[in-house]
């Protein structure tokens, strides 16, 4: 649950990004408040109350777009995963190394038995 105030620019442009980043990454239930009137301060008690009440409230993720989403996230690491792997074998170990760490950068803990892997072919 994100809230902000309507004349917070910054925030609200900061809060769709962090939307279409959680939808990338098959995150689908949040919501997004915007306080009528209020700019970059303290939320207001009824704002905050009906954040609160919006943070009780739970849409189950529709199973087959999750499982899309989730497919299409390994698909893009398997590609990437496999690019890295390319480059090592035609010995492009400086492009190799800097696509490893762009991969472990975006995926974290997704890829890190991979990219460990990776690495250590790259020692």
């Given amino acids: 649950m994100l809230v902000t105030g309507e004349h917070d620019a910054l925030h609200l442009s ?12 098959c995150v689908f239930d949040t919501a997004a408040e915007i306080t009528p009137g209020a700019g970059h301060e303290l939320a207001s008690p009824a704002a905050l109350s009906h954040a609160l009440g919006a943070l009780q409230s739970h849409v ?3 199973a087959a777009r999750l499982a899309g989403c989730r497919d299409a996230l390994d698909r893009r690491l398997a590609a990437q995963l496999l690019r890295v792997r390319s480059l090592i074998d035609t010995g492009k170990s400086h492009e190799a190394r800097r696509l490893l760490e762009e991969t472990d950068r975006r995926f974290g803990g997704l890829a890190a038995p991979q990219t460990a892997a990776l690495a250590a072919a790259l020692e």
Avoid: F, G, N, V
Avoid at 14 to 25: G, K, T, V
């Fill in 14 to 25: 900061m809060d769709r990004a962090s939307l279409e980043s959680m939808r990338e990454w």
């Fill in 60 to 62: 189950q993720p529709d």
